[in-house]
């Protein structure tokens, strides 16, 4: 091999650090703070602030390689720690503040997470379970005053770390930088641990134009939260261009994110199709009363963007929707659905079909899909379960080498998503081979959930599945079989799960039935259930509304 005469250039989140200092730094980041006013700063004051928390991470003891979790909101000292955690040669580990308290316990512990930043609004969260974790320090972001004994003060610390004694570290772009767990469809939830190379990678893919399209003239602000898929990638990415940077903290109602856009003039934002839901009705309710005009283009994902939902933007406010599918695994963008220019002239039905689909794939990101027969054929209507490989693809989740048949003999790792691809490369979804509910955006284990009813004396089967919602998308319903003789209510058993799950993980509705429909293997058999009660939700919300 004739080896190539180029330098030796780390593509590493420092990479990002240090050009946003040497071009960047009169540009404003905007947070939405627990108050509802609006910090504002500089990229100048961000950089000096993640460099000092690196040099405070070390004082405290952070060696190469250490998990830092984070328990926090979309904000400027998370951004902070996005970049300071691995400046210190640490992996940014964002812990998902909606999971249930014995999911973040076993998360951590897996992790072997050592210090955790957290803001102080929810600093509760952590109380509840900090008995059973293992932890060196807890830094609190954004005290007001003094905090009890055992917690650190992060501006305390900041303010402690001289910047003269910032180092930066000679990092290796295959050195691990952040990870993030994802829920299991069987099992514990499993780590995607994410090295510099594919994080700045995925910033650059996502940045093109055919992508989400960051500009340094954007006003860039994530609504998706940063702790769940490192917000889509959009702090790293919006950081390596320049862009203005918005934060809404912990307001996601539409009313105050409909503020954030006019007051900040947002020009590029992205969420879950729940949060844009809310903000169309609103929109619809009063038009004309909110000024969106700055507003170029919404990123769509996470779950299923409604055909209805993208042509109403569109249509009825001017608001170009660009839908885009991804996974915690796939760090997380893999597919964009833009328009390529042979379409122009189509018609609009077709338009918006083409638009409902989950797109094409990324730059350096390839797709196939796989049933019993094989690969499947381009052809828009054969399914089978969607195969994905790439340089922000993982190959294997964080010691937990149970899973390894996520992932083919020719190594493509195994979505479980089920899908049909058309001849022009757009990726539909069609179905999803996983016993998950995906609520707003979020994870709910339906295997959890039975398991649980299971263990209640007087049920005998339980079988959880997604119905069909109109806020949520998707809310967990179960169906459940009695022990001969025995009763129980829906109210008792939703009583009962509330014991061990959070409020918004129990089902919307538990219907009671004979039987369990099984496969031939014995197995619940939920398609069947779905078949049946997949719309259960949306009917009783007309009936409710007629009455
Ligand atoms: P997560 O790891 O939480 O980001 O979840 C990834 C999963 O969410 C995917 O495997 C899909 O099942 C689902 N998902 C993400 N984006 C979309 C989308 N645009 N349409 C339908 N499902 C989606």
Known sequence: MLKGLM????????????????????????????????????????????KKLAVALRDLGLRRGDRVATLAWNSYTHLEAYFGIPAAGGVLHTLNLRLPPEDLIYIMNHAKDRILLVDHTLLRLYEAIKDKVHLDHVVVMGAPGELPLGYLDYEALLSAADLDRY????LDEWEAAAMCYTSGTTGRPKGVLYNHRALVLHSLGVALPDAIGLSERDVVMPVVPMFHANAWGIP?????????????????DPVSLLEDIQEARVTVTAGVPTI?????????????????????????????????????????????????????????????????????????????????????????????????????????????????????????????????????????????????????????????????????????SSVELENHLMAHPAVAEAAVIAAQHPKWQERPLAAVVLKEGQTATEEELKQFLAQKFPKWWLPDAIVFVPEIPKTSTGKFHKLVLRQEYGEYLLARDREDESV
Not at 7 to 36: C, W, Y
Not at 236 to 252: E, I, N
């Open 167 to 170: 180092e930066e570290l000679s």
């Open 236 to 252: 790293f990415a919006a950081t390596m261009v320049g862009a203005r940077q918005v934060f809404p903290g912990p307001y996601l």
């Open 276 to 444: 844009w839901l809310g903000i169309l009705q609103e929109l619809d309710k009063n038009p004309g009363k909110w000024d969106l005009s700055s507003l170029r283009s919404m990123t769509v994902g996470g779950a299923a963007a409604p055909r209805g939902m993208i042509k109403g933007f569109e249509k009825r406010h001017g608001i170009r929707v660009v839908h885009g599918w991804g996974m915690t695994e796939t760090t997380p963008v893999g597919t964009l659905c833009t328009v390529p220019p042979e379409m122009d002239g189509a018609d609009e039905e077709t338009l918006y079909d083409i638009k409902a689909a989950q797109g094409r794939p990324l730059v350096f990101i390839e797709l196939r899909a796989r049933n019993e027969e094989g690969i499947v054929p381009w052809d828009g209507k054969t399914m089978g379960e969607l195969e994905i490989r790439g340089p922000w693809v993982a190959a294997a989740y964080y010691e937990a080498p149970e899973a390894r048949d996520r992932w083919t003999e020719d190594g493509w790792f195994r979505t479980g998503d089920i899908v049909a691809i058309h001849p022009q490369g757009f990726m539909e979804i069609k179905d999803r081979d996983k016993d998950l509910v995906k609520s707003g955006g979020e994870w709910i």
């Open 7 to 50: 330098m030796e250039s780390q593509l590493t989140t420092n990479a990002i650090l240090r050009r946003a200092e040497m071009l960047f730094g009169h540009r404003e980041i905007v947070t939405r703070l627990p108050d509802k006013s609006f910090h504002r700063y500089t990229y100048k004051d961000f950089v000096e602030r993640a």
